[in-house]
């Protein structure tokens, strides 16, 4: 009796001890998990907003969201597989013991074959982690196609073009459901082979133990603990099965983060410092660029300088160019001297500030949308709301320049969108601003008055305004026509328009 109570407290000891074990070992886990991905979001957060750029090439914005989130999150995952792994390696080496204890073939028995059982279950991992990230990757476009349609919904709708987005999406969503079944088939192949093997293996240890009891070498008492241990070895054994399934997937997420943390930078970094002050003369010498072959511009300091492109692509490598989202491959773009190619692109785009067409304004507060840092009633931030005639898109809502907006600003109109863009640039108040079509859904009127905003609230300020508005070109010093590749003819408004009828079909038509 005495023995028993003794053992009984033993176990009852360890068990305390394994399950307190359990609870702190199973809760440290899950916050290096936690921690992990963390890190992981934060690092593809910051290479995908890298100012250099080159993160985002050939993937959609709902794809570089899925990696960071989804992928992330396996990767994750394997500081709580790590920990399993080592607890069911614990188990298995003290089964060996014990049953080395009990006796040596026994024993042998385990050491030696845990080793090829689990080298299998990796090969077997093998096609799992193929099929894994296949259906990681068509998961992830089929998020980012749901995402770019969602987002021009309203587009879409305007040119009658829902049947085809929902015919795209359901191609994409079909194609993603395809891998996620060929990878759930991978599984259940992988944790089938995986059980099967352990069986056998199991069964070999009861044969082996078995066999010892029959000759005598072995007490009954020994079978029942070895075959006790042998069906322990159970837990361990389906426990790799998992380790090795989570690390198959985890290793095909891990390869996404990492193609997007190698990525090359679009842009090289530089080391050369700012001119200061800034005056915001920018040049542009014999620029070779996408469709530009050869551009000569000079842009004096606080010149209001309107720019023709017909061919739109041309414009949008001109844009390119002054942001330094990519560097040109023949010429230079300067800054008061400096080439941009020397500058950091952080720095850069402090002292030039390229306003797209394309514009994203964000769920909250309107004036959050125009600046963060700034009160609406601090005087550039007035001046600037006035100049884009954003005031009046703040007077007409609930709350004034305080009303809060939906996602991506849709229940504002496509130009009450623009207007507030607009103001959020011309608040900024860079060196040199480039604009690029503000105006194109406002009517005549407000450009008209956009227009004479613009060249007050930038007096004294470099600007570029990339556009074919006949009011927007009015207010300028100057403009330059860039037509096939190169600037053809530089002069006034009301000069091009009445000597050039190159000019004055691409303004006036």
Not at 157 to 180: C, F, H, M, N, P
Not at 224 to 246: D, I, K, R
Request: include cysteine; charged fraction near 15%.
């Amino acid at each position: 009796m005495t023995r028993l109570v003794l053992w009984l407290a033993v176990l009852g000891a360890v068990f305390a001890a394994l399950s307190t074990s359990y609870r702190f070992g199973a809760r440290a886990a899950e916050r290096a998990s936690e921690w992990a991905g963390h890190d992981l979001r934060v690092r593809l957060t910051r290479r995908i907003l890298d100012p250099r750029g080159g993160a985002e090439t050939g993937r959609l914005a709902g794809e570089l969201t899925n990696i960071a989130t989804g992928d992330a999150r396996r990767v994750g995952g394997v500081n709580v597989v790590l920990p399993s792994a080592i607890a069911a390696l614990t188990g298995l080496l003290v089964s060996a013991a014990a049953l080395l204890w009990i006796s040596v073939p026994l024993g042998l028995v385990v050491l030696l074959g845990a080793p090829p059982l689990l080298w299998l279950g990796h090969l077997l991992g093998r096609p799992l982690e193929r099929r894994s990230a296949v259906e990681q990757e068509r998961a992830a476009h089929a998020s980012g196609v749901a995402a770019d349609l969602v987002a021009g919904l309203r587009v879409l709708k305007g040119i009658g073009a829902e049947r085809a987005a929902v015919d795209r999406y359901r191609r994409t969503s079909q194609e993603s459901l395809a891998a996620t079944v060929r990878a759930a088939r991978a599984q259940a192949a992988h944790d089938g082979a995986i059980l099967a093997l352990t069986g056998v293996f199991i069964a070999v240890v009861a044969l082996v133990g078995g066999r010892l009891a029959a000759s005598g070498e072995i007490s009954v008492g020994d079978l029942v603990a070895a075959v006790g241990l042998a069906l322990f070895l159970l837990s361990p054994l389906q426990l790799f099965a998992w380790v090795n399934a989570e690390l198959a997937q985890g290793r095909a997420s891990a390869k996404r983060i990492a193609a997007v943390l190698a990525a090359p930078p679009a842009v090289a970094g530089g080391e050369a410092p700012l001119p200061d002050p800034v005056r915001g003369h920018v040049c542009l010498s014999g620029v070779h660029h996408g469709p530009l072959s050869g551009v000569d511009l000079d842009v004096a300091p606080g010149e209001l300088l309107g720019v023709v492109a017909p061919d739109p692509a041309a414009a949008t490598a001109l844009l390119s160019a002054l942001a330094r989202d990519a560097d040109p491959p023949q010429g230079t773009v300067t800054l008061d001297g400096t080439p941009l190619s020397t500058l950091d692109p952080a720095d850069l785009r402090a002292a030039i500030l390229v306003a797209a067409h394309h514009t994203t304004l964000f769920a909250g507060p309107l004036m959050a949308n125009v600046t963060p840092v700034r009160a609406a009633g601090d005087g550039p931030v007035a001046r600037a709301m006035a100049a884009a005639t954003a005031d009046e898109v703040a007077r007409g809502l609930p709350d004034g320049a305080d009303t809060v907006l939906g996602e991506r600003a849709q229940s504002l109109s496509g130009g009450q969108r623009q207007r507030v863009a607009l103001a959020r640039a011309l608040a900024a108040d860079p060196p040199v601003l480039v604009l690029h079509d503000p105006t194109t859904a406002v009517d005549a009127v407000t450009e008209a008055r956009i227009a004479a905003g613009i060249r007050e609230m930038r007096a004294g300020r470099t600007t570029i305004v990339v556009t074919t508005s006949p009011a927007l070109l009015a207010a300028t010093d100057r403009v330059a026509v860039l037509d096939g590749g190169t600037v053809t003819v530089v002069g006034r408004h009301t000069d091009l328009v009445a000597a050039d009828p190159t000019y004055r079909a691409a303004v006036l038509a």
